[in-house]
């Protein structure tokens, strides 16, 4: 029997459980094991748009968190002279913005806009290549703050911590910071400068933080099976140490294909694809995932050097128009015509709805059964953020 301890700390916590919170979202899981099905309909709607904003408020607290966490971590090691910290463990995040959507956030709808939104919008696929260089204009004017909510997209784009100050300090500060932090010695790096040991035990004030916050870490126990690395060791349990207790809702097990949902349909898909091809759309298929290759078409179209060089070989792409736009914004009217047409048979299909209604049904199964310790997680983690605060109040 073999045990393996993994260690995860500061940000990289909380981007964990927060991954898990956005897997719960695709999962059907739950009502498997004990959860009570949901019908379709209005009243599944409204039961998951309830639960979901019990969710951000989770998210929201997990934010909360991460940034008193910070904040006292911080106070111990200026207490002990380090005034210049590393910005890759000293960097706040928001993770409330995620799921703005509501909890159609991680639906597979975008083939199946409403109608409003592919006028807009297209189907959104424009917004991973406005980014591209020299988009700098359309993206300033495009990438609003409705279209961001609308394509779960951060308020702002990513900015990467000014590593300026830390970098001036050199390996010896930051060697001594880092056992300061860690309470264990730092490790050569032949990337770049001196990395913590993740697999020693928390210690320093990484630790001092946690028992001020917590009382202790929190070992979360994954609970591996079988020979996961393949060396032909038998992995009977696996764990990694966290700074606080996860939310129940990493209980949930994430699931790639969408064949719950593909269940609870009623022939609404089949007449989806029939009107398309009624409309002159023959050969896009809606397939398992919902989501035919408009990525792969358009994107060809928005950046054809990156798709010529990486483009996926023998993936079945319907022949684009015979006059391509050579901007961006042409390639974009495109987008919102097809997408104006895909939503039309979404409406006259009753496809759109479905998968509404389906996966509101879904997210009831998986959730509901949680609500209780869910809430009982969140009364528990402001208990440690009122702790916290009268701490450095006082």
Not at 146 to 166: I, L, V
Not at 170 to 186: D, K, M
Not at 276 to 302: N, V
Not at 359 to 380: F, G, H, N, R, S
Request: hydrophobic share 35%; proline share 6%; charged share 25%.
């Amino acid at each position: 029997m073999r045990y393996r301890t993994r260690r995860v700390r500061g940000a990289a916590a909380v981007a964990a459980i927060s991954a898990v919170f956005a897997a719960g979202a695709c999962s059907g899981g739950a009502a498997e094991e004990g959860g009570a099905a949901s019908e379709p309909g209005s009243d599944a709607v409204a039961e998951a748009e309830r639960l979901y904003q019990i969710l951000n408020e989770s998210w929201a607290i997990e934010d909360e968190l991460l940034t008193i966490e910070l904040r006292v971590a911080k106070r111990c090691m200026e207490d002990a002279g380090f005034q210049v910290h590393d910005p890759a463990v000293f960097q706040e995040t928001d993770f409330s913005s995620y799921g703005t959507a509501g909890f159609l956030t991680d639906a597979p709808v975008r083939a199946v806009p409403t109608p409003e939104a592919a006028e807009e919008w297209g189907f959104g696929v424009w917004t991973e290549f406005v980014g591209n260089p020299g988009n700098e204009e359309l993206a300033e004017e495009l990438l609003t703050p409705e279209a961001r909510a609308a394509f779960n997209m951060p308020e702002g784009d990513y900015e990467a911590p000014d590593e300026s100050e830390w970098d001036a300090e050199g390996e010896e500060y930051q060697s001594e910071w880092i056992e300061a932090y860690t309470g264990s010695p730092a490790i050569p790096s032949d990337v770049k400068g001196p990395e913590p040991d993740f697999a020693a035990p928390m210690g320093g004030c990484e630790l001092e933080m946690v028992e001020t916050i917590y009382g202790e870490p929190y070992t979360v126990d994954i609970g591996g099976e079988g020979d996961s690395d393949g060396d032909g060791v038998e992995e009977d349990d696996e764990s990694y140490t966290a700074t606080h207790e996860p939310s129940p809702v990493a209980e949930i097990e994430d699931f790639e294909d969408y064949g719950n949902l593909l269940a609870r349909l009623d022939g609404e898909d089949v007449a989806f694809e029939t009107c398309l091809i009624d409309s002159g759309y023959e050969g896009w298929e809606l397939g398992d995932s919902f989501y035919p290759p408009l990525w792969e078409y358009f994107g060809s179209m928005y950046d054809p050097a990156y798709f010529e060089q990486y483009g996926e070989e023998g993936l079945e792409v319907p022949e684009a128009p015979e006059e391509i736009p050579g901007d961006f914004m042409g390639v974009l009217e495109l987008e919102r015509a097809m997408a104006v047409d895909f939503a039309a048979c979404g409406r006259e299909s009753g496809l759109r709805e479905a998968i509404v209604q389906g996966w509101a049904a879904i997210l009831v199964e998986a959730y509901q059964p949680l609500e209780t310790d869910i809430v009982a997680w969140q009364e528990k983690m402001q208990g440690h953020l009122d702790d916290a605060q009268d701490y450095l109040q006082g």
